[in-house]
């Protein structure tokens, strides 16, 4: 990862941008190339078992594993929503709203940082995140592990795949990543013509691939075989429809800010998320969000850590004017918008040859049959 990030920085300079298109064209960057994806990594103290596997998927269904038990996993990762949600803010615990865009789970088994800021490691930490995280799971650690231990078909799931005589929470969340790492994409039509199938791009999907590595400058961040730097940048990505207006997002935004803590004077002045920034408390990361990887997005609109677009062309064309202005430009936000975007110039055939390139980086949709949850039932020996 090093030595991308420097090359990264050291494009940065404004001499570098201007050079770069042209270097580009001649396969002269110093960028990862676009890559078939292969297996994704499979931690050493987490190893894949199909009894685990066939438990992670109960666990990812099973809306037990929050507060008021109406709310899974899947609720806001459906597999016909991209396993994402079909709307530009996700859904959130009853009673709310989230604030961001539901990312899709498909592939977050290759990401080395979880989340639209990056705020998880890996998917063990990710799930108990989303499962307790107010807006999300909203549920509680003992209740949870209680009503595990209620639910006969669990504790001797539990114990046959972890040796454990109750089910353990943490073990719930190590079942959940493992179910994850099953889901993914890797026989998209561009990994099959990266690896030497010329007929697997159409002509224009071919010369939109010329484009996203040369003309565009797509490449400079979404590289390598996921197609992201795991970078973050600012956008200038404007704010969803509804931001201002749903009071629900609103309040959930206050209460973002509150719990992962700003100064008083910016929960004063703030008026969209600042991503990155509350990870690092640098204002220089204001509004940075990771670079998403491209993979299977034909079936994960809208997009963007806000979900402010509706369908890829609408995306295409906000790159072609160089990205947005930071709408709250009174704000602290509009100072960090990233250099690397230019208006680009490209033409109607060229926007929609790149429309058509993008869909190459998702093959057939991923469904799978809805698994059965077990019910209560009562503890041994009584
Ligand atoms: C109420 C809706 C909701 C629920 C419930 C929910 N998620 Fe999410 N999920 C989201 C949203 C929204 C994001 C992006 C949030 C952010 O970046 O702050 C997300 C992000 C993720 C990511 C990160 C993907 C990436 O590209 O980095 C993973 C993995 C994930 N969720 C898995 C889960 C698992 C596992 C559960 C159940 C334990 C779960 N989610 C429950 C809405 C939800
Ligand atoms: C400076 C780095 C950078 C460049 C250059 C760049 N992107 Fe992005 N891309 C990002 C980041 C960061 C996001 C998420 C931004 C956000 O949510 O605020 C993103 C989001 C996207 C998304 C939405 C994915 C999703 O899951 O919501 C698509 C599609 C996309 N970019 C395609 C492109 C294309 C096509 C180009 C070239 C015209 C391009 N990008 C150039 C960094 C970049």
């Given at each position: 990862m090093k030595p991308l990030k420097t090359s990264v920085m050291l494009l940065a300079s404004a001499a570098a941008?201007?050079?770069?298109?042209?270097?580009?064209?001649?396969?002269?960057?110093?960028?990862?190339?676009?890559?078939?994806?292969?297996?994704?990594?499979?931690?050493?103290?987490n190893p894949m078992t199909d009894a685990k596997v066939e438990l992670g998927k109960m666990l990812f269904w099973d809306p037990r594993l929050g507060g008021d038990a109406s709310t899974a996993c899947v609720t806001c990762h459906e597999p016909a929503q991209g396993w994402a949600f079909?709307?530009?803010?996700?859904?959130?615990y009853p009673g709310t709203v989230h604030w961001r865009n539901?990312?899709?789970?498909?592939?977050s088994a290759y990401l080395g940082q979880l989340f639209w800021a990056g705020a998880a490691k890996s998917l063990e930490a990710q799930a108990p995140s989303a499962a307790k995280g107010a807006v999300a799971g909203n549920g509680e650690n003992d209740v949870m592990e209680t009503r595990l231990a209620f639910i006969p078909e669990y504790r001797r799931r539990f114990n046959e795949v972890f040796g454990t005589q109750w089910p353990l929470i943490s073990d719930a969340?190590?079942?959940?990543?493992?179910?994850?790492?099953?889901?993914?994409?890797?026989?998209?039509?561009?990994?099959?013509?990266?690896?030497?199938?010329?007929?697997?791009?159409?002509?224009?999907?071919?010369?939109g691939m010329e484009l996203f590595n040369g003309k565009a400058g797509c490449i400079q961040c979404h590289n390598g075989p996921l197609a992201s730097d795991e970078n973050y940048y600012n956008l200038g990505v404007p704010p969803a429809e509804r931001w201002e207006e749903d009071g629900l997002a609103q309040v959930t935004f206050r209460y973002e800010l509150y719990a992962k803590g700003v100064t008083q004077e910016m929960y004063r002045q703030l008026k969209d998320d600042p991503g990155l920034?509350?990870?690092?408390?640098?204002?220089?990361?204001m509004g940075k969000f990771r670079t998403p990887p491209l993979r299977y997005t034909l079936y994960t609109a809208p997009y963007m850590h806000n979900g402010?677009?509706?369908?890829?062309?609408?995306?295409?064309?906000?790159?072609?004017?160089?990205?947005?202005?930071?709408?709250?430009?009174?704000?602290?936000?509009?100072?960090?918008?990233?250099?690397?975007?230019?208006?680009?110039?490209?033409?109607?055939?060229?926007?929609?040859q790149l429309v058509?390139?993008?869909?190459?980086?998702s093959g057939d949709e991923i469904q799978v049959e809805a698994p059965t949850l077990p019910p209560y039932?009562?503890?041994?020996g009584e």
């Open positions: 941008i201007a050079a770069f298109a042209g270097a580009a064209q001649a396969g002269e960057n110093s960028y990862p190339p676009l890559a078939p994806l292969g297996d994704p990594p499979i931690p050493a103290d079909g709307d530009s803010l996700s859904r959130g539901s990312q899709s789970v498909i592939n969340w190590r079942a959940i990543a493992t179910f994850e790492r099953t889901l993914i994409q890797n026989d998209t039509p561009l990994d099959r013509y990266l690896r030497g199938d010329e007929t697997a791009l159409s002509d224009d999907q071919k010369a920034y509350f990870r690092t408390k640098e204002p220089g990361d402010a677009f509706w369908d890829l062309e609408e995306v295409v064309q906000f790159y072609n004017q160089g990205g947005g202005e930071n709408e709250f430009t009174d704000g602290p936000m509009a100072a960090t918008k990233t250099d690397l975007l230019k208006p680009l110039g490209l033409s109607d055939e060229e926007v929609s058509a390139f993008l869909e190459a980086f039932g009562p503890l041994p």
